[in-house]
């Protein structure tokens, strides 16, 4: 859902500029309203199948599984290319032109994307019957296995977990950035040119790269975190870190109501790093398997994979957009069909490119975990063993378990969990090491270290010959 929710960012400040397709703005309300009503058609529709089909059968069957997963993917689409279609009909220059907005530093842009907002909190609403239905499985299940089991969700902390996590985690940096831009954009007009574009260009530069360091400081706050109390797992955790040479600035405990396991890391460098535990996770597994868990996203953090995930985004929208602009001139078309192009490159970089990259960064975590898991300590040759590999591939399967999720599910991302445990195991009982994905990952960062050369030599070409 952040790939969503930054997309809509990307199709909004591409199209918004753009003149519309139709001279009368009559078509814009009619336009809004069959953007809002296709999204909770769809999202009405998808959560009916999945109910239904939970009515025959303990679960969700694989089949209506992914049935379900399809149909979320049509509606993310439609929520992002819909938004696209209402802005090329006349509602963003009614908002830049008519509410007189343009100017505006970053209120021009969250206006344009408010009917985004809408439809998307119309189908979270639409999917919280299925959610709670989930929930209930679940916790029949935990109570059947002797693990603790928890109330789901009301509505309102649905979707109060749903915005922090999905919306504002994207939103609110993207929109700092925004502010600053828009603002320097604004005081770089009055200078001469060519002084302004390269005023503006450099600060926004600056300002995407500073928001960018310290976004995990807000971020920890838009979340419910806390401190990971101090204790034995706190200690065993910090010697691990130590171990690994990592850097922090805390270990904090991610609050959900006890309803999701899970981990994750944020930041670039040391003073603004946090590595997050969920509170189910401390709750319902072992240490053993946290420390696993954790050693994962240690993984993420020593293999720099935060920073290559940036140089992705940052070389994509550059050579796209150059893509994009070239595009239009070879074919002597106006200059909207770049932008449209740039758009299309976009998405084909990130839905191919970018979740094969990020899978293969997390397979690489996944072979750091089970080579460091193995309790008599890692091995100095990168060799998995047996016994690491089964601590990190049981630790995996508790995570599917505890947040319902089935194994052979596949994520764009991050693949399917059974796949990623038949690969360690496959590791530990073959003797094998972490050379080869490390050779893997190792070429990719100098595919990605090549194409941000190359997106630096446009930008260059932009500020001194402004082509």
């Not at 997309?7 to 400040?13: P, T």
């Not at 809004?32 to 303990?58: K, P």
Request: net charge positive; with cysteine; hydrophobic share 55%.
């Amino acid at each position: 859902m952040h790939v969503v929710v930054l997309m809509a960012f990307v199709v909004a400040l591409t199209l918004a500029d753009l003149a519309p397709v139709v001279a009368s703005r009559w078509l814009v309300a009619p336009a809004l309203a069959v953007y809002l009503a296709g999204a909770v058609a769809m999202g009405a529709f998808r959560t009916a199948l999945s109910l239904r089909a939970m009515d025959r059968r303990a679960d969700l069957p694989g089949s209506s599984l992914r049935r379900h997963n399809v149909l979320a993917l049509i509606g993310q689409g439609w929520l992002v290319l819909g938004l696209g279609g209402v802005i090329l009909v006349g509602y963003g220059r009614w908002v830049l032109d008519d509410l007189l907005l343009g100017h505006v530093p970053l209120l021009g842009e969250v206006v344009i994307l408010i009917p985004f907002v809408v439809a998307l909190l119309l189908s979270w609403l639409l999917e919280y019957p299925l959610y709670r239905a989930i929930r209930g499985r679940i916790a029949q299940q935990q109570i059947l296995t002797g693990l603790r089991a928890r109330a789901a969700w009301t509505l309102r902390e649905y979707l109060g977990y749903n915005t922090r996590h999905h919306l504002l985690f994207v939103a609110v940096p993207v929109g700092l950035i925004l502010l600053l831009t828009d603002s320097l954009g604004l005081a770089a007009s009055y200078l001469p040119e060519p002084a302004d574009s390269a005023v503006a260009m450099g600060g926004a530069m600056v300002c995407a790269a500073g928001v960018f360091l310290c976004a995990p400081l807000l971020i920890v706050r838009i979340w419910r975190t806390a401190r990971l109390p101090a204790g034995k797992l706190r200690k065993d955790l910090q010697r691990l870190c130590r171990d690994m040479k990592l850097t922090y600035r805390d270990l904090l405990v991610w609050r959900s109501g006890g309803l999701i396991a899970n981990a994750g890391v944020m930041g670039l460098i040391g003073p603004v790093r946090y590595v997050l535990l969920s509170d189910a996770l401390l709750e319902q597994m072992p240490d053993r398997e946290i420390q696993s868990i954790f050693a994962h996203e240690a993984g993420h953090i020593r293999s720099h994979h935060l920073f290559y995930a940036l140089l992705f985004a940052v070389s994509s929208v550059t050579l796209c957009s150059a893509g994009g602009e070239l595009t239009a001139v070879a074919l002597s078309m106006e200059w909207w069909v770049g932008q449209v192009t740039t758009l299309g490159l976009l998405a084909v970089a990130w839905a191919v490119g970018f979740g094969w990259i990020s899978r293969r960064f997390e397979r690489q975590s996944d072979v750091i975990a089970a080579w460091t898991s193995c309790p008599a300590g890692a091995s100095a040759s990168g060799r998995v063993m047996p016994e690491g590999a089964a601590v990190f591939a049981r630790a995996l399967e508790r995570v599917a378990e505890l947040n319902g999720i089935s194994a052979r599910q596949w994520n764009w991302r991050h693949g399917s969990i059974a796949a990623r445990v038949a690969y360690v195991l496959w590791l530990g009982s073959t003797g094998g090491t972490r050379h080869e994905v490390d050779r893997v990952v190792r070429r990719i960062k100098i595919a990605l270290w090549i194409s941000a050369g190359a997106g630096a030599a446009v930008i260059a070409a932009r500020l001194v010959w402004g082509v």
